[in-house]
């Protein structure tokens, strides 16, 4: 049995996604033993199918110029084949399934809470958000810690904690290091289900001006609000930060607008695919 080995970083969700993608495919995918872990939580909520134990005669490998990761763009390409990047329909599917009929949050955000990504939030809150945000609380995961003060310089004194959650009536943000530590990273179930059932995502830049959560709010149905606008955000209706919050109301036609966009310019239908994946192959 011949087994498709490909040749990228296994550190980026923008590879851990691709790799996925081609689990779907007509072709079995390695993952290298010391690198399956990163894939457990994946195992438990989707049918992937990869092999860890092959003999290297047995290994067809991808590798650059055929296959290629470009974070910075961002890009991911399969031979001819380009996207931003590159997400398996399986993904669509389940998280479409957690949409809310009544999403209870209205705004919200879920990661890890820099030093410069909490200015941003503070600067948001202060400048744009109600004037009213009390009463204020924070949870420990599941435990109630009780009111905080209301003052912005203190909101996220327990940022660099994990798992802290600040609610208040209509935010909710979830200081969380799952996005940076695998398996979670991978996959974090909690978090798509938040965004699942949010009407807005604040969506502050990540290493460059696009960010994944633009994008993993699109397919959850919760309209992104950025901090700066770049090319691949072109076509998406979306919200700017600077704007004012008061009127911003989530509309389900608009959900399903961005959904279906991000569907078509994130996934590859499986025939390409396979077509695409033969003829590389064939040049191996």
């Not at 909520?45 to 290629?68: A, G």
């Not at 996005?179 to 990273?185: H, I, S, V």
Request: aromatic share 12%; with cysteine.
């Amino acid at each position: 049995m011949k087994v498709l080995q490909v040749n990228v970083s296994f550190d980026l969700i923008q590879s851990i996604r691709l790799l996925h993608a081609l689990m779907e495919s007509d072709y079995k995918i390695f993952v290298p033993p010391e690198h399956t872990e990163k894939f457990s939580e994946l195992r438990k909520r989707f049918n992937i199918n990869y092999v860890y134990d092959c003999p290297s005669e047995n290994l067809l490998i991808l590798q650059k110029p055929h296959i290629e990761v470009l974070h910075h763009e961002p890009e991911t390409r399969i031979g001819t084949l380009s996207r931003p990047l590159i997400f398996p329909h399986q993904i669509f599917q389940y998280c479409q399934s957690l949409w809310a009929s009544n999403r209870q949050h209205k705004f919200t955000f879920s990661g890890l809470i820099t030093a410069s990504r909490r200015k941003i939030i503070e600067d948001w809150i202060k400048n744009r958000h109600l004037e009213a945000i009390e009463p204020l609380k924070i949870f420990d995961g599941q435990k109630k810690r009780g009111k905080i003060s209301s003052r912005i310089q203190k909101l996220f004194l327990g940022a660099s904690r994990r798992d802290v959650v600040l609610q208040s009536e209509d935010i909710l943000f979830w200081s969380s290091e799952n996005g940076r530590k695998f398996p979670l990273k991978s996959w974090d179930n909690q978090y798509f289900k938040l965004l699942a059932n949010s009407e807005f995502t604040l969506c502050p830049d990540g290493d460059f001006v696009w960010t994944y959560r633009f994008f993993e709010s699109a397919i959850c149905g919760a309209i992104p609000i950025i901090q700066n606008y770049t090319s691949v955000y072109e076509g998406f209706r979306f919200k700017m930060m600077e704007e004012t919050t008061r009127d911003m109301v989530w509309s389900k036609e608009d959900a399903e607008h961005n959904f279906q966009l991000c569907q078509e310019r994130l996934t590859i239908p499986l025939n390409l695919m396979n077509d695409e994946l033969g003829k590389l192959l064939a040049k191996v």
